[in-house]
């Protein structure tokens, strides 16, 4: 796994990231070891939504397939429903009414959503395992849980 720094300039607001970039090597391995099909189809949907700064729509990656190969809508919810599935994609709501992807990566990673505008963004390394633990501790009903997503809802830079 390699890492990249990317600096973003959008309007007056400058955001500094940090995102991981899989080989495609890396990639195939992930798919397999979820137990699944390995197609070229999947591979190509795990390989967009991996090399996006900011969780993707669906709408986003059926615009983004179709430059690159004749992939149908159905076919792309599909594999996104089966990665998801497998426990290779984070399924992300933001209250937009629609579902975002990201790979799910094991890393603390949560966003923090602009309530006003389209704008999102992923901050890293912020872990909220302690809050889980005590939420677990403090559950009637819980033994374990398995995986969590958090947001924050906002206003960003330019709305604010
Ligand atoms: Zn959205
Ligand atoms: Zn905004």
Not at 27 to 56: A, W, Y
């Amino acid at each position: 796994m390699q890492n990249a720094n990317y600096l973003q300039y959008t309007g007056d607001v400058l955001r500094c990231g940090y995102m991981a970039l899989y080989s495609k090597d890396e990639l195939i391995d992930m798919i397999k070891e979820g137990g699944l099909r390995l197609t070229d189809h999947r591979l190509l949907v795990l390989e967009i939504v991996s090399k996006q700064k900011h969780p993707i729509t669906v709408y986003e990656l059926v615009d983004l397939l179709r430059k690159k190969e004749n992939i149908d809508q159905a076919t792309v919810y599909r594999n996104l429903a089966s990665l998801h599935e497998a426990g290779l994609l984070r399924r992300l709501d933001f209250n937009h009414g629609h579902a975002h992807y990201e790979l799910e990566t094991g890393r603390a990673s949560h966003s923090i959503v602009c309530s006003n505008c389209e704008t999102i963004e992923k901050v890293e390394g912020i872990s909220i395992d302690d809050v889980v633990k005590k939420m677990l501790k403090k559950s009637k009903k819980f033994k374990e849980t398995r995986t969590h997503s958090m947001e924050l809802y906002g206003l960003c830079r330019s709305c604010a």
